[in-house]
């Protein structure tokens, strides 16, 4: 297959693309803010909302196939075979027209998404986003900790509509706080963006440009913050994220002397967030509550060596040992929350698992087209993964490495089906990317 990237190490400003970098600004906020909008502010559009990035992604992919931007054999593929899985959900499977546009459309208007954002950035676009991005941690991981204080009714606890609770009890009725997101699962994507950004500022910020910097001080207020969001978010996944791009930027260290004497930086900024945060006492009901959660998930799953590998390694093979899903699968978008709605049940009424990914996507296409569609998105983490490599050792570029962590824990099994989870997955995409296209040859200021 042809090289997903654009490769142009020349930065200037592309005036005809300002309009474009706006549309992702948008697709950006929606995708942080479009939960409060359902929860909070406008309940009863609650529905409406769910795809109110769809407009903007279409309008980005449409700017991409005028443009000539999206010949990658990639998409190309991904198009065919999920228009080949539509047409057969409508002859032979759950024959829903709506059920299966609304999976249809997840591979031919967001997944090209990804390639577009990547080609309409420059490098002082994305340090932007990323500066937004890691501001609005500190406000977010303030309103987690509300959230987690509050009892369930109350009102930054409400659930999409203005209905019930976003979260669910774990221990002692403590809940997962979702944060502004719909669900808890939008805010660990989110957190899984903040992590690798994070370590990347903490390591390069002197380095960047004056005007690309984050001071010092909102620096180590952001590291509090994302220590503190570890046990408040009562998350395994938040917690094996961050073990993740820890061991990213450990690699990185070791490349490179200049920034091995960084990282000596990073730990120290660590520490004294750590030591401050056990001063005040901040977070220890809820660093006591994740670990009787993680304890206790850990017992019920066989311990930790069965968490990661029934969590990451058995999701592949359960992917494929369910003797019962017809060869043309089930149909397309069956296993998305709206499909299973549609059609009168949930993500586990149609004889598989749609929680899992790699489950959902051969339950509803098949083993054969799911194997390909699977293959595309790993593929295309790999191939990012190796450009990162590339750029790492020889152009000394840090930031397309720490990207790529966040690109292969959210783009080859990040859920889809779900428009938040998949909106992060196509930015983080589309950012890796993006900052792999903008490398520029020599070590210098961005």
């Not at 006492?281 to 799953?301: H, P, Q, S, W």
């Not at 978008?333 to 598989?352: I, K, P, R």
């Not at 998949?422 to 930015?427: N, R, V, Y």
Request: net charge positive; aromatic share 14%; with cysteine.
């Amino acid at each position: 297959m042809n090289n997903i990237l654009i490769h142009n190490s020349n930065n200037r400003i592309y005036t005809p693309y300002k309009f474009y970098r706006n549309v992702v600004w948008a697709y950006l906020l929606l995708l942080i803010f479009e939960g409060a909008l359902r929860k909070w502010f406008l309940p009863g559009l609650a529905t409406p909302l769910l795809i109110i990035r769809d407009p903007l992604a279409a309008y980005l992919t449409y700017i991409g196939i005028s443009r000539g931007w999206l010949k990658s054999n990639y998409i190309i593929v991904m198009f065919i075979v999920s228009t080949l899985s539509l047409l057969i959900s409508l002859v032979l499977g759950h024959q829903n027209l709506m059920v299966g546009l609304f999976g249809w459309r997840i591979y031919t208007i967001h997944f090209p998404t990804m390639f577009v954002i990547a080609r309409v950035l420059t490098r002082n676009d994305l340090l932007k986003m990323i500066r937004f991005i890691l501001y609005v941690s500190i406000p977010m991981t303030i309103l987690i900790v509300i959230q987690f204080y509050s009892p369930p009714s109350a009102w930054v606890n409400r659930g999409i509509g203005g209905e019930g609770t976003a979260g669910f009890a774990t221990i002692e009725s403590y809940s997962r706080p979702p944060g502004t997101f719909s669900f808890t699962a939008g805010y660990v994507c989110f957190q899984a963006i903040v992590g690798c950004l994070l370590l990347y500022y903490l390591i390069m910020n002197k380095q960047l440009s004056e005007k690309n910097r984050i001071p010092n001080l909102l620096l180590l207020v952001m590291t509090g913050c994302y220590l503190l969001s570890i046990p408040i978010s009562i998350s395994r996944t938040h917690f094996f994220q961050t073990c993740v791009f820890l061991l990213f930027l450990g690699f990185a260290t070791m490349q490179k002397q200049e920034l091995k004497l960084k990282y000596l930086k990073f730990i120290f900024i660590v520490f004294i967030s750590f030591v401050i945060l056990i001063i005040s006492g901040v977070g220890e009901e809820g660093l006591d509550v994740f670990i009787k959660r993680f304890e206790g998930a850990n017992k019920a799953e066989g311990g930790i060596d069965n968490v990661l590998g029934g969590r990451y390694l058995g999701a592949f093979f359960r992917a494929f040992n369910n003797l019962d899903i017809p060869m043309l699968g089930y149909g397309i978008g069956l296993g998305t929350n709206v499909g299973a709605h549609l059609m009168g049940g949930n993500m586990y009424s149609f004889g598989f698992n749609a929680e899992e990914e790699w489950s959902r996507i051969t339950g509803e296409c098949g083993i054969l087209l799911g194997l390909i569609i699977i293959s595309i998105r790993t593929f295309v983490s790999l191939d990012c993964f190796s450009q990162a490599y590339k750029r790492l050792i020889y152009r000394f570029d840090l930031l397309p490495w720490m990207l790529s962590a966040g690109m292969l824990l959210l783009v080859p099994q990040g859920q889809w089906s779900i428009p938040t989870n998949l909106g992060f997955c196509i930015l983080s995409g589309g950012f890796t990317m993006a900052a792999i296209r903008t490398t520029k040859k020599r070590k210098q200021k961005h």
